[in-house]
């Protein structure tokens, strides 16, 4: 342990509701290892070469209470120093970036963090993890061929990574902790994993000199060098390894032998598979009886390549803050050009019998025409888009103001991110059901019915769903202001117009419906007549 270097980086829960960087709070400043705050730069020297580890700390400052502190924030500042960093590190065999948010979850300035590390081997993270066991294995490349590879977390799943560096070319495996023996095939390395703008592939043919060196940080890491042509392998186990067997393509090639620590070794001519791809698999038993497998493709040549899962890449590739963003501004505009296009529309003649589309088209031109409710439904997507929607206390002591677009506290503007997505989610988890709701209301009304009558002609199966579906999202609503209240405070209950205000507002509008005089409606009635009898 006194050879071991600690190397740790801020996540999201470091920075939960963290009002400065200065604030007892801050126990990450406190109790890490590297007791600094931001990113930072560390280089592991050896006699053949440099190797930079880059820690990349996208915490937001001030860090406010959850959920809007999900996702991470680098600004103009951060990034030029991100830039320094990246071209230190340009003197080094490699780099090797680690942070806690994956890049698909930071919000950076053009031209953005991918760019930033794109002189990197790998970038490190976690964050995600593993979406709930959904996907156990987040990896990915990105255009400029590093690799981003995020590990599931210790805290619940006990997850943890080893890599190495053999030959200048890098491998890692991802374990669960209390799983022996532990097993990591260095040569042939993953064709899956392997980048011929960042790594020397030609080495898969050819080795120089012995040496050996460990690292560990944030994952395991051991360095090494041996001077011939042999299948390496590092194996660990709490008992003494026994037996280290090695296959390629089913084919038993021959017990590896220990060579020092972890490493085993065995002889190989790489040339014998030089014109195909090829699995090689490693067994590792240990003197306690404890077995295992691992296997990878392979392949000498370099112009061969495998493509990472579609969806994995999709969730590590796309800038969903960006993706947030665009869909609540399309969602608010494709709300807003209905109401108003049917506001200034006249009566929209229909023709055939009054189906589905025929009578939305009908209630949506009732509910644009009479002010009350346009009016309201108008101001309730705009104030979603524009306005306010709590004032609280965002982090301990601090009071500030969120919108859909970012956050003000303390004199400091967090960028919209989070924020978004909860704008969709109150968009169409609410505000648009309620736009419906109100146009199925209205529709009854002109169906001469009042809200008794509605209730009694028999089409329980088409009227009770639409009452109790409706019901169902203001008991959401109605829990969204308790968690508000319980997470930013008695103040930011009360001062909620989007929460608070428009739960206790929602039954005034759906009441003025149910209650509104039918001579505002005749001209309605007469149109839903006229067009039923054609």
Sequence with gaps: MEKTKWLDVKGNHDAFNIPSLESVENYYRKY???????????????????????????????????????????????????????????????????????????????????????????????????????????????LQGTLELEVGDWKDNRRYRIFAFDHDLFSFADLVFGEWPVVLITNPKSLLYSCVRHEPLERLLHSTHIRNHHTVFHSGCTILHYHQQCIRVLAFSLSSITSVTVKIDGVHLGQAIHLSGPIFILKWNPRNYSNRTCNIEVIVQDSAGRSKSVHHIFSVQEDIHLRFDPLASFILLTDHCIVARVLFVIIVLIQLSILITFRYRGYPEHKGSPGFI??????????????????????????????????????????????????????????????????????????????????????????????????????????IPVHLLMLLLYIWQIYSCYFLHMTYGTLAFFFSPLRTWLTLLTPVIIHSVWTLNSTELGTFVAQLKSHLSS
């Design 358 to 463: 025929n009578l939305t088209s009908f209630s949506l031109h009732v509910l644009s025409k009479l002010n009350i409710f346009y009016y309201s439904v108008l101001l309730l997507t705009l104030y979603t888009a524009l306005g306010p929607w709590f004032v609280g206390e965002i982090t301990k002591g601090k009071w500030g103001c969120c919108f859909s677009f970012g956050i003000f506290v303390d004199g400091h503007f967090l960028q919209g991110s989070l924020t978004f997505v909860v704008g969709i989610l109150q968009l169409v988890f609410f505000n648009i059901p309620l736009m419906a709701y109100l146009c199925w209301s209205l529709l009854q009304r002109c169906c001469g019915h009042n809200f008794r009558s509605h209730l009694h002609q028999g089409k329980y199966l088409k009227i």
């Design 32 to 142: 890490s290892a590297v007791r600094r705050d931001g990113s930072f730069h560390y280089v592991h020297s050896t006699p053949f070469g440099n190797y930079s580890f880059i820690s990349l700390d996208a915490t937001p400052n001030p860090g406010p209470k959850r959920p809007y502190n999900f996702f991470g924030i680098l600004d103009e500042k951060q990034m030029e120093e991100l830039l320094l960093l990246a071209k230190e590190s340009s003197r080094s065999n490699h780099s090797i970036w680690f942070g806690h948010y994956t890049t698909s979850t930071i919000l950076s300035p053009s031209p953005g963090i991918r760019s930033i590390m794109s002189s990197a081997t790998a970038y490190l993270c976690g964050h995600l993890h593993t979406l709930g066991g959904l996907m156990p294995v987040l990896h990915t490349r990105h």
